[in-house]
């Protein structure tokens, strides 16, 4: 190649450089799922047109594009030859590229930690990859063949990018100190002078490899651990860049002159060895009996020969039985000879039950009772479309909170008609309000939904264009004072100063963890996008919003959503909340920060082509199950997939997939070690550590049920037409009648359609429009079991 063309290369790979950086500053900052194009994926898999989380377009052209860069000036560099004239401009014309190079990776790495974008670790090749090509004489490589989803793991890109700025030469590394060493130590100031914690670890994470970056995570890591917070104090000590054959951590000269160095606390001049910070995570891991950490930390301890310090109640061996028998204990128990007596009915709440808009069928919901676990307050919550209801122990309202239904909002060419009011027409609707004491307010709040707006259905000769679907809001209520309103998502305060939060619709029950709630929602923008949202439970004000996927539901023949999206569950555990979304993806985001740690994909049921006049739904197997955490593993079961997954929690690897088939659509939880599955007909119990292994053979018991069955400590309590029954584990023991329903009762009453719960020596079966009490007491004498 002559000199002209190489220059002409060199030139245009430059231009390439800023023109991606010019798009990732300018790009709209959105944390955004692509669609993966169907080429990519096999002909008969499940994943066509599936929509999973991805780089955004413009981060990821503008990472491969850096990468590149710096692969051929690193090369470019070291092979020069630095005793010749033409080996020492060669050097220069790469230490200039370098820093064109670092400061785009920089804006890059910024805009990752800002919009939260994930990516796929083996997405693209690494630097170490890029170099080893070069040196071999190979041309470095920009691109790599897509593979299928299902099972990839999506991490937070930031992660990547932070490790490529760790792992570059010296050379390089001082080049980027030199350009954000006084940033870097700007920002430290500025937090450690208020003790801000939250930025200090930003500052730490923003500037990786600059003399701020250890000190800014210390800091933050001992701040959280005197504010209470040791989860989150020992996950910023593992983001230290930690090098095992130092003594010291990673630890860089100043690359500022003296003259210009702004003043610094001692903290910044310290030499932080690992001794240091691996007692303080040793510390730390064993206050939250982190096993995987307490040894992780062991280990670097004992490598620099240091003796651990002795650990409370050490040499007592643990009793793995001890253990199970006191997961059991949390669960109800029946007496040895239990019989059930009818006590009290609720007055029907707001009617569910009509008639679907396009069939003679009758179309159910339910809402199930949600039991309050307070000193002060007893009783259970009922969310229905217009009400959010406290019931106390005697069956009567506590205290309601009633709204209007909204008027549906008519199609153009219906707006000469008037309005109908929105009614509910979903039989999968489940609505679960949660109640929740917090620190600053002197009376427990009530946190429910309610319709704020629903769009009207619309047809054409016929064939449904679009389905009547609502917009919910999250609404908190006083729990003392007669239901008064304290906020929610979707007023005129929340649109003027959040409009973005004022969009979701949330249909999922949330999750409140001391003074936050955290709720998934939905905003449909062309496909269905999924929100993790977290709120001041006491204001309503958002604290962060993650998007962790998007993807399509099932739609009428012309392209809008047939019904409304339900959402997955959500469960907290040691600082992380975990996600199952429904939409094809199973996620895992920090409950401090909102930042994603990994996402993973699944094998989803693909929706049926729709050429019918009104929209179909794909099966669904599963019931609304929560989300189980067992020891180092959760288990979901996605409504929009037929399988049960084991996920690992610390990698979001997926460990197992089991059909459902055999299983049965309700995951009741963990018995013990035992995961617990009914259906209609049988119980099964499988092991929660292999979830493919069966612990016994299945129970099965006459009649149907639909109602979720409740789990107890020594079998399932569940309802069938016929009555209210206890099944045990034991398939040799039969099962044993509590109560007999009312055989005149009208067959439309739907008494089966909801769900039981066991509360003490009360057993509630609520169906879609009231709650029937049964308490339970011993029979006299030592009767024997009814065969059933």
């Not at 159910?364 to 009922?382: H, K, N, Q, R, T």
């Not at 489940?430 to 109640?435: A, D, H, I, M």
């Not at 999206?565 to 401090?592: K, M, Q, R, T």
């Not at 939880?669 to 053979?697: K, M, P, Y």
Request: charged residues 25%; glycine residues 6%.
């Amino acid at each position: 190649m002559s000199e002209t063309n190489r220059r002409r290369v060199e030139i245009g790979r430059i231009a390439t450089i800023f023109i991606v950086a010019l798009g990732v500053l300018f790009a709209p900052h959105r944390a955004s799922a692509q669609r993966l194009p169907e080429s990519n994926l096999p002909e008969d898999s499940d994943l066509v047109s599936k929509m999973v989380p991805a780089a955004d377009a413009a981060i990821f052209d503008g990472l491969r594009a850096v990468e590149h860069s710096l692969a051929i000036s690193i090369h470019a560099h070291d092979s020069a030859d630095a005793m010749s004239s033409e080996g020492v401009a060669v050097r220069e014309k790469a230490i200039r590229d370098a820093r064109t190079a670092v400061l785009v990776l920089q804006r890059l790495y910024e805009d990752c930690l800002r919009r939260n974008v994930v990516i796929a670790p083996d997405a693209k090749p690494s630097l170490a990859q890029r170099l080893a090509d070069l040196a071999a004489g190979r041309e470095a490589r920009a691109e790599e063949v897509q593979e299928p989803i299902a099972g990839r793991i999506f991490t937070s890109a930031d992660h990547h990018v932070r490790e490529l700025i760790v792992s570059l030469p010296t050379w390089v590394g001082d080049l980027y100190r030199k350009e954000f060493d006084r940033s870097a130590f700007s920002s430290f100031n500025r937090a450690y002078e208020r003790r801000d914690r939250a930025e200090l670890r930003a500052t730490g994470l923003r500037y990786p490899v600059c003399r701020t970056a250890i000190p800014a995570l210390v800091v933050a890591a001992d701040l959280d651990w005197v504010a209470g917070r040791p989860r989150q104090a020992e996950r910023t000590l593992e983001m230290l860049p930690i090098d095992r054959e130092r003594e010291v951590l990673s630890d860089y000269p100043y690359s500022v002159a003296a003259g210009e160095r702004p003043a610094m606390p001692a903290v910044v001049d310290r030499r932080w060895s690992i001794t240091d910070i691996a007692s303080r995570g040793l510390r730390l891991a064993r206050e939250l009996d982190d096993r995987e950490a307490i040894e992780r930390w062991s280990a670097l301890l004992r490598a620099a020969g240091v003796a651990l310090p002795p650990a409370p109640g050490e040499g007592v061996v643990p009793d793995s039985a001890t253990a199970e028998e006191l997961a059991l204990a949390r669960l109800p128990a029946l007496p040895p000879q239990p019989e059930a007596t009818f006590a009290w009915s609720t007055l029907p709440f707001v009617r569910g039950v009509f008639k679907s808009t396009y069939s003679d069928d009758i179309v159910p919901y339910a809402s199930p009772p949600v039991l309050i676990d307070d000193e002060e307050f007893d009783g259970f919550l009922i969310q229905t479309p217009s009400r959010l209801a406290r019931f106390g122990w005697h069956g009567r309202i506590q205290q309601s909170f009633d709204s209007d239904l909204p008027r549906v909002d008519q199609p153009p060419h219906k707006r000469h008609s008037t309005p109908e009011l929105y009614r509910e027409s979903d039989p999968l609707l489940r609505l679960v309000p949660t109640f929740a004491r917090l620190s600053d307010r002197e009376h427990p709040v009530i946190i429910g939904s309610r319709v704020a707006r629903a769009s009207a259905e619309d047809e054409y000769s016929g064939y449904q264009i679009t389905a009547t679907v609502p917009q919910r809001e999250l609404i908190a209520v006083d729990a003392r004072r007669s239901g008064r309103p304290i906020w929610s998502t979707a007023n005129l305060e929340a649109k003027a100063t959040d409009p973005g939060l004022a969009e979701l619709s949330f249909n999922s029950p949330p999750v409140v963890v001391g003074d936050r709630v955290f709720a998934l929602g939905w905003l449909k923008v062309g496909t269905i996008d999924a929100v993790l949202v977290c709120l001041d439970a006491a204001t309503g004000r958002a604290q962060w919003q993650t998007v962790l996927v998007e993807n399509q539901i099932d739609l009428t023949m012309f392209g809008d959503i047939s019904h409304e999206p339900f959402l997955g569950s959500i469960a907290v555990h040691e600082g992380v909340v975990y996600v199952s979304s429904n939409l094809g993806a199973v996620s895992a985001v920090d409950a401090e920060s909102g930042r994603v740690e990994w996402i993973v994909a699944y094998d989803s049921v693909r929706p049926k082509p729709n050429r019918y006049m009104y929209g179909r739904r794909r099966p669904q197997t599963w019931d609304r199950n929560p989300i189980v955490i067992f020891e180092d593993r959760l288990i979901v079961t996605p409504l929009d997939s037929p399988n049960a997954l084991a996920i690992e929690l610390s990698s979001g690897r997926v460990l197992q997939v089991q059909p459902a088939r055999g299983l049965g659509r309700f995951m009741l939880g963990l018995h013990g070690t035992q995961l617990v599955f009914c259906d209609r007909h049988s119980l099964t119990r499988v092991s929660a550590r292999n979830i493919r292994w069966r612990v016994s053979e299945d129970v099965r018991f006459d009649g149907f049920v639909d109602a979720r069955p409740a789990l107890v400590r020594d079998g399932v309590v569940l309802a069938t037409e016929e009555g209210l029954y206890w099944r045990r584990f034991d398939a040799s023991l039969p099962s044993v009648e509590l109560a007999r329903f009312d055989p005149s009762r009208d067959r439309e009453d739907h008494l089966l359609s909801g769900e039981v719960v066991v509360a003490g020596n009360r057993i509630l079966v609520a169906n879609s429009d009231r709650v029937r009490c049964y308490e339970v007491r011993e029979t006299p004498a030592a009767g024997k079991d009814r065969p059933r």
